[in-house]
């Protein structure tokens, strides 16, 4: 079964750091770009950050650009977010997505298995 | 404010036909990226019913249908049901921004 698995989300201070994960399984996972959407609470989706099926290329929302670093290591088949410099308007749910075409270096495919998500909550 | 622009809401009665629009402009749809389509039923994630602009993937139905022309696309759902209140959204890329974007979604009531 095809599946990704976010971890990682929890309450946090403005101002700190949080590192989220997303552990694949069912699927070759370093054959496909992967990307990191989030959701504020009654609000919608918010690409965050992608990440080629090499790692050769990374792109990132304006709004994270410079606080938020992805990453993936394919031998644990997992992906990674590190977020820097947290503010309230970041609290949201976090879904880590799979791209739907393999080797892919752009972010022009759809998004084709998502997470459950994990909650990250910014505040004092 | 989103890149793309989706009618709040929609509403249709069971069985009838409903149509989600998305407008964007000339460095993403316009420019022939590609548009995506997403339901969201409430308290879970997002669920891929569109891609590249009409395509269902597996196990989607047949009354799902994207379509796209212009700077504009459009998602329609025919038969409605109960089930199909839900959130949708659109997605594309846009050139300007480096970066994929989504619709602001849009709320579907089956009266």
């Known amino acids: 079964e095809v599946q990704l698995v976010e971890s990682g989300g929890g309450l946090v201070q403005p101002g700190r750091s949080l590192r989220l994960s997303c552990a694949a399984s069912?699927?070759?996972?370093?054959?496909?770009?992967m990307h990191w959407v989030r959701q504020a609470p009654g609000k919608g989706l918010e690409w965050v950050s992608g990440?080629?099926?090499?790692?050769?290329?990374?792109g990132y929302a304006d709004s994270v650009k410079g606080r938020f670093t992805i990453s993936r290591d394919n031998a644990k088949n997992s992906l990674y977010l590190q977020m820097n410099s947290l503010r309230a308007e970041d609290t949201a749910l976090y879904y880590c997505?799979?791209?739907?075409?393999?080797?892919?270096?752009?972010?022009?495919?759809?998004?084709?298995?998502w997470g459950q998500g994990t909650m990250v909550t910014v505040s004092s | 404010q989103s890149v793309l622009t989706q009618p709040p809401s929609v509403s249709g009665a069971p069985g009838q036909r409903v149509t989600i629009s998305c407008t964007g402009s000339?460095?993403?749809?316009?420019?022939?990226?590609?548009v995506h389509w997403y339901q969201q039923l409430p308290g879970t994630a997002p669920k891929l019913l569109i891609y590249?602009?009409?395509n269902r993937p597996s196990g989607v139905p047949d009354r799902f249908s994207g379509s796209k022309s212009g700077t504009s696309a459009s998602l329609a759902i025919s038969g409605l049901q109960a089930e199909d209140e839900a959130d949708y959204y659109c997605?594309?890329?846009?050139?300007?921004?480096?970066?994929?974007?989504f619709g602001g979604g849009t709320k579907l009531t089956v009266l």
């Open positions: 997505a799979k791209d739907g075409a393999r080797y892919s270096s752009s972010w022009y495919y759809a998004f084709d298995i």
């Open positions: 069912g699927f070759t996972f370093d054959d496909y770009a």
């Open positions: 990440i080629s099926w090499n790692s050769g290329s990374i």
């Open positions: 000339s460095s993403n749809i316009g420019a022939g990226y590609d």
């Open positions: 590249g602009n009409s």
């Open positions: 997605q594309s890329y846009d050139s300007s921004l480096s970066g994929s974007v």
